[in-house]
């Protein structure tokens, strides 16, 4: 049996997803972005965070434009794009770790935990559809 | 719209550009080498701060609701610029601070041109022995044998772009004088310059970090770049 990640339409055909429904958990998402960056720039001390920052935004847009705009063909490459995703935010996690303090810390890692887990449901339910 | 965001940034007190479109108005804001370029519209609010390459250091997009949105996403980007600008320009002093300056090509035969390339690798030398000498940071006070072989080999380094100054200059003047006299060029004496500097390089170790000794050891390193500079004759 063909794995799901694996999976590709055929003639590459879009992942079918209504752009609705990504704009959906698009905003669930925003207000974890704001809060994480509102959060960062409170307690900013090292511009390489902000770099690693950059880096979930990067992850998370490409994303979010490749469901609105139809460019993701396969599964296989929305799995590789969220997995960027969670190493990216990992990554900020520990960067953060001992460089800011007490409650600003859970708040961003509080924010990042969600930033993922909606981008988690966001791909689970375009495989939901695609499997069909 | 365009007045909605005329006004927050007014309030803001930034000196900003914004475009008469009243539907999506277009803002800039720029704070030393960062400019903030936001899009706002009734149900999205979209911003990138960039560099001078154009390279981005952050963005968002996101919707919108209501009028407080867009003025506490608007603040809220002010902000991240107020406060990454100064950030920025420190990190980019760094880079240029870690990088050497290259070495320029030299023909063969142009003794000229390979005594401004050991210019360039003195300058490198005596970076890196700045650079070394802060290794001593490192240490704890105790730290007195460890402290001691940094500082020498701090001093090794200054001693070598002492060596290569006055190599330099021996040259120069050998360059510069009438072909037909033939003498021998002396040699400025290296150890009295050499002493003066492990002096000046220990006094300095024990002094960093002392409270109340920053001025002295300021002056120490002034006077240390100095002497190397312009070596002692």
Known sequence: ?????????????????????????????????????????????????????????????????????????????????????TNNTNKFQKSCYGKIDGDIFDSIYHNCENILLTINKLTQTVKTVNLK | ??????????????????????????????????????????????????????????????????????????????????????????????????????????????????????????????DLADNTDQILDYYDDEDVEDKQEITGFVAALYDLAIDMDEYKEDKIEELNAPKEESFKVKKSSKSASRIALEHITIAQASLKGQPGCESLYNALKDIKSELTVRGIK
Not at chain 1, 57 to 79: A, C, M, P, Q, R
Not at chain 2, 5 to 22: F, P
Not at chain 2, 45 to 55: C, F, Q, S, W
């Open chain 2, 1 to 126: 719209m365009n007045k909605l965001v005329t006004k927050i940034l007014k309030e803001s007190g930034v000196d900003a550009k914004i475009t008469r479109d009243n539907k999506r108005p277009k803002f800039r804001v720029k704070n030393g080498q960062l400019t903030l370029e936001g899009i706002v519209s009734a149900s999205k609010y979209t911003m990138k701060i960039t560099d001078t390459k154009g390279d981005v250091i952050d963005e968002l997009s996101v919707s919108v609701k209501d009028g407080n949105d867009i003025v506490n996403r608007i603040n809220e980007s002010i902000l991240t610029l107020n406060k990454l600008s100064p950030i920025y320009d420190n990190q980019i002093k760094l880079k240029e601070d870690e990088e050497f300056e290259e070495i320029p090509d030299v023909e063969p035969g142009d003794i000229k041109g390979a005594l401004n390339a050991i210019t360039v690798v003195r300058d490198n030398i005596m």
């Open chain 1, 1 to 85: 049996m063909m794995s799901i990640y694996s999976y590709s339409t055929y003639n590459n055909e879009p992942l079918k997803i209504n752009p609705k429904l990504v704009e959906y958990y698009k905003d669930e998402c925003d207000p974890y972005l704001v809060n994480l960056k509102r959060e960062l720039t409170r307690s900013l001390v090292d511009y390489k965070l902000f770099q690693d920052l950059q880096e979930i935004n990067n992850s998370y847009y490409k994303i979010i434009s490749g469901l609105i705009d139809n460019t993701y063909t396969s599964l296989t490459e929305l799995f590789n794009d969220s997995k960027t995703l």
